[in-house]
């Protein structure tokens, strides 16, 4: 549970810093390179590091991932410019892999999925915490500290973390010493990092037909094809082909993709326009995204209560994906005529829809695979969130740059707005300087770059609510299987 607060505490702080961290530091058009760097570096890593517990332990895996966060944390609040930030948040993805996968594999181990609901009345001991102190407690380092604090605050949770794990947390059993698929994980990298870097130039800084792009296809293809061969013959690997004979779970990361990249999308922007068009604080403005936290929130625990009750879950991801489409298409209605208030509660719909898709997505894997697989079920959905998100981040991001630099210019001129998009000159904190007609600007900037995201989003949205239709209703386990070579055991 203190490793997921960690995953959980660490973007909530971010997401609402990101405005003036890319405005102090210049680059509006590398924002998403912000968020990319992180997601994609952590998808690459996931199913090692769930390849890693399984074989060697999750404990052990689990406590290395916290460390390398960490230390990406504080390199990240020392960067003094754009692309030492970008890089260092790389570093820090390396270890947030870990996180999320070693915690939902060590669950897994210890609890089945039909009772999944008393380890959601445990996450909701925390989540409240980091839902809303996360936003909260954000805006106020940047505010009356400074963004680097938003880093530098993962040390004392992520040290509590690791002393938690390492007295709560035993080994037992046997543990297999395997050979690791080195030359998967380099071949998947390769396809995720061409795929981001093709979703990311297209159509901006390369047109579509341009040798870059038509090049990062091709390697990109090349890569994944190669990396589903080597899958097939690999002694252990990375995701195992095994598990995608499963209907169910096939379906399922289907769709965890496709609310990844709907979940980071929205979750990254709003915050720019509750602090460039609503003109609130990084502080108000992270409040004013509480009822998009507390509405994933909700559906998260209501969603475990009722399928521990009665065993059935088909109707929460459809449910879901419907919920989620509304949702974003409410949100297309933000303007810089919208108030604040309304603007705020819009965003519940959202959420409940991403809090439906991501506890069915997740009890959906966990029930499809075998005891032996968990680490690498759980590392496999949360990979394709968070490729999703990434891809998501790197496509609709360049959007949003586009329009919102497209809409500068035309109400500024090009000089103009590239000196304010691109100079480290527009800020949440600057803006009150500006004169009322270049405010008047940058609002309707934001809010058609907004508008762009949020239509791109609600496809993906509506792409996973077909895809849902086609889960089957399977019974849940009732028992946990600890056999494995990596089994452990609370002590607490």
Known sequence: MLGMFLAMLDGLIVGT????????????????????????AGAATTPIWGKLGDLYGRKGMFMSSIVIFLAGSMLAGLSQDIGQLIAFRAVQGLGAGGLMVGALSIIGMLVPPRDSGKVQSMVGAMMPIAFVGGPLLGGLLTDHLSWRWTFYVNVPVGALALAVVGLG??????????????????????????????????????????????????????????????????AEPIIPPRLFRDRNFTLAQVVSFLVGAVMMAVTAYLPQYMQFVQGLSPTAGGMLLLPLMFGML?????????????????????????????????????????????ASALTVVAGAGIGLLMQSTMLLTLNSAEPRDLGAASGTVTLLRTIGGSLGIALLGALYSGRMESGLATGLGTEEAGRLAGGGGLTPESMSALPPAVRAVVGE????????????????????????WFIREVPLRTEVHAAGPAAEKSTA
């Open 17 to 40: 810093a990101l405005p003036t961290i890319t405005g102090e530091l210049g680059g509006l058009s590398l924002l998403p390179w912000v968020v990319t760097a992180y997601l994609l």
């Open 169 to 234: 947390i035993k080994p037992v059993g046997e543990r297999v010493k395997a050979r690791i698929d080195y030359l998967g994980a380099v071949l998947l990298t390769t396809g995720i990092l061409a795929l981001t870097l093709l979703a990311s130039w297209g159509g901006g800084t390369y047109a579509w037909t341009s040798p870059q792009i038509l090049g990062l296809a091709a390697v990109a293809v090349v890569a994944l094809a190669a990396f589903v061969r080597v899958e097939r013959r690999a």
């Open 298 to 342: 909700a559906a998260q625990l209501l969603t475990g209560r009722l399928v521990s009750r009665n065993g059935r879950y088909r109707v929460y991801p459809i449910l879901g994906g419907g919920v989620l489409v509304a949702g974003v298409l409410l949100l297309t209605w933000l303007d810089t005529g919208t108030g604040t208030g309304l």
């Open 445 to 468: 900037a934001v809010s058609g770059g907004l508008r762009g995201v949020l239509i791109g989003a609600a496809v993906l949205a509506a792409i996973a609510f077909a895809a849902a």
